[in-house]
């Protein structure tokens, strides 16, 4: 390894520095160069979607709920407007995209598949290598199922027997 006098040093860390500066340069320049795609929906659907009377729909099953809801009346989703601010409701939507990585199916990318390892390191630790057991069993795709709800047609479940 060959030592590097002062001078060298600097000419080195101004080098590395301008190359940085030229890199976020070149970013910023591309960012801001980017045209802006064709807005997808018509003057009508906007229309539609600006109306007060329209209800917000629950983004897995599409029903209408009200808008003071915090979970859907019908497949039970964290459906409210600040569900991941409130400390309490926020564990029931990362519940909810943690229990789509080992029941659901997620998609099977590289960055995907790294948000639900980080996600759920950073909320379960302890817990976490047992979520990714089951998350890589159903990227495999194992026969993990979840259960469902009982159709009308089932038996209502036995009441419970207390002793």
Not at 33 to 45: A, H, L, R
Not at 78 to 94: H, T
Not at 115 to 144: D, E, K, R, T
Request: glycine residues 6%; negative net charge.
């Amino acid at each position: 390894m060959t030592n590097l006098t002062d001078s060298e040093k600097i000419v080195a860390l101004a080098g590395a520095a301008l190359v940085g500066v030229v890199a976020v340069m070149r970013c910023l320049q591309w960012f801001w160069n980017v045209k802006p795609k064709p807005d997808p929906w018509g003057p009508e659907v906007e229309a539609a979607l600006d109306d007060p009377q329209v209800l917000p729909a629950c983004h897995r099953c599409f029903m209408p709920h009200a808008e003071t809801d915090w979970f859907c009346p019908e497949c039970g989703a964290a459906v409210g407007d600040y569900n991941n601010w409130s400390p309490y409701l926020q564990l029931f939507s990362v519940g909810e995209v943690l229990r789509d990585g080992t029941f659901g199916k997620p998609q099977h990318n590289w960055i995907t598949v790294l948000g639900y390892l980080l996600l759920s390191a950073s909320q379960y630790i302890i817990f976490a290598p047992v979520y990714w057991v089951l998350f890589f069993m159903n990227l495999a795709g194992s026969p993990l199922q979840p259960r469902v709800k009982p159709t009308p047609s089932d038996p209502p479940p036995l009441p419970p027997v207390d002793f």
